[in-house]
């Protein structure tokens, strides 16, 4: 596998949760360093083998105002 893409939201309670697409890795952290460094070690323990080589992060932020 050459890349992963995960999707980066910001949780309700505060920090961040990241889930990786077509893969069922799911993690959270506070502050973003915290956050790769989470993805880092979870793509770690769900690859045994041809771990990807390249992390994309894709940044989501949802926003909501009256009209």
């Known amino acids: 596998m050459e ?3 995960f999707i ?3 949780s309700d309670e505060g920090g961040f949760i990241a889930k990786g697409l077509g893969v069922s890795i799911y993690t959270e952290a506070e502050t973003m360093d915290a ?3 989470a993805v880092k070690e979870a793509i ?3 690859f045994e083998d041809n ?6 992060l894709h ?3 949802e926003e909501v105002f009256a009209a």
């Open 3 to 5: 890349e992963i893409i």
């Open 8 to 10: 980066v939201e910001e």
């Open 35 to 37: 956050l790769k460094v």
């Open 44 to 46: 770690y323990c769900h």
């Open 51 to 56: 771990r990807p080589k390249l992390v994309r």
């Open 59 to 61: 940044m989501v932020k």
